[in-house]
């Protein structure tokens, strides 16, 4: 069956930039200026005054921008990184590729973000950084995780691969940290037209490392001070990344426009539990991810009702195979087991219209058997 309402359409963000993004890739392909240039140097500037930082570095991707800022920090072999059991493989992957240690800890039942206390009950005298996540589109509890890792003396390396513009109570997501790691995988808030990443800090010094570590160690060429890796952010998704963040703010916007909807539509369903934004955030809405029983039957009846939906994620990280040697055990992380087996990610995306949310939202209460809304948007609007 064809999808009526897909779970991310990147078509119309592609329409509003295809003009001037193929302006510059024509003239990028007469000058075959492909590597560095003057579309990283611009976008790097650019992101780095809309974020608020000193520094940016483009890199290859997301999950390499994580292995660069954790090494920038001097996170190495055996050392230890706390970390929530929700979030993608990257946040953990990107550490263990290095040698280091993951830690997981759990998070809290309304948010599904880091629980600081369980960061403090974790920390041990291997601990060398905490990588907070910033999930769903807003910031982890930066202000309790920050006076932690201050009274240990331990580096903060923000993941803020789902928040492009978000911000909360302690700063703008990837501000936060001595150092913070973000991707712009075609499907974030700001996204490339293929893999990118960048590595945000006010720190020149761990800036200047990570600039030589993507370039295979080296700051002047065959010069290599250290073994590096091949991590450099190429031109061509530089000129879309710079397209696209000047429109970040609109498209957030759009975002933020598209929960209200929803949580308009969706607020009178006992069996839906809507997200909820931490006090003192501003969400970027990256996902909608609701909660609901029997969550394995309801995505099967959206997608037989022609509306497409997402699991993030199916399975906390430290019970994934990839890290059963690790040790960890079923019941160890209750809060995100719980929330692994009910979440449910509804369609998000900028230019989502109300027609396509009332598709969802009467797709959901036919779903979880629950009655028909009194009202929808369309008749709220014509009255």
């Known amino acids: 069956m064809n999808v009526d309402v897909p779970f991310l359409d990147l078509r119309a963000q592609q329409a509003e930039i295809a003009d001037e993004v193929l302006r510059v890739w024509r003239a990028q392909l007469a000058s075959a200026d492909f590597i560095g240039g003057p579309e990283i140097e611009a976008f790097e500037q650019e992101y780095a005054e809309y974020i608020g930082v000193g520094h940016v570095v483009g890199v290859s991707n997301g999950t390499d921008a994580l292995e660069l800022a954790y090494r920038a920090v001097g996170v190495g072999a055996g050392d230890e990184v706390i970390m929530p059991a929700n979030t993608f493989i990257a946040t953990a992957e990107a550490a263990s590729r290095i040698g280091a240690v993951p830690v997981f800890v759990d998070v809290d039942v309304d948010h599904l973000l880091i629980d600081p206390d369980a960061v403090e009950a974790a920390v041990t005298l291997r601990t060398r950084a905490i990588a907070p996540v910033h999930l769903f589109g807003q910031t982890a509890p930066?202000?309790?995780?920050?006076?932690?890792?201050?009274?240990?003396?331990?580096?903060?390396?923000?993941?803020?691969?789902?928040?492009?513009?978000?911000?909360?109570?302690?700063?703008?997501?990837?501000?936060?940290?001595?150092?913070?790691?973000?991707s712009f995988y075609p499907g974030k808030n700001l996204g490339a037209a293929g893999d990118g990443g960048a590595v945000l800090t006010d720190d020149a010094h761990c800036a200047a490392l990570v600039r030589s570590l993507a370039a295979h160690g080296s700051t002047v060429k065959y010069v290599h001070d250290q073994i590096g890796m091949n991590a450099r952010l190429d031109a061509v998704q530089a000129t879309v990344l710079r397209a696209k963040l000047r429109r970040l703010d609109v498209w957030n916007a759009g975002r933020r426009a598209a929960a209200a909807r929803y949580a308009e539509l969706l607020g009178d369903v006992d069996a839906v539990r809507l997200p909820s934004v931490r006090p003192g955030n501003e969400d970027v809405w990256h996902l909608y991810v609701v909660r609901v029983q029997d969550r394995d039957r309801v995505a099967t009846d959206l997608t037989a009702a022609g509306i497409g939906t997402g699991i993030h994620y199916p399975t906390p990280v430290p019970l994934t195979p990839a890290y059963a040697q690790s040790g960890y055990r079923r019941g160890q992380f209750p809060v995100a087991e719980a929330a692994a087996r009910s979440i449910l990610s509804l369609p998000m995306f900028p230019h989502l219209t109300e027609s396509q949310q009332e598709s969802v939202a009467a797709a959901v209460r036919a779903a979880t058997g629950s009655p028909a809304g009194s009202r929808s948007l369309v008749g709220q609007r014509e009255g």
């Open 142 to 182: 930066l202000e309790a995780v920050s006076r932690c890792a201050a009274v240990h003396d331990i580096a903060i390396v923000e993941d803020a691969a789902q928040a492009h513009g978000a911000s909360g109570p302690a700063g703008r997501a990837g501000t936060m940290g001595r150092v913070a790691a973000t």
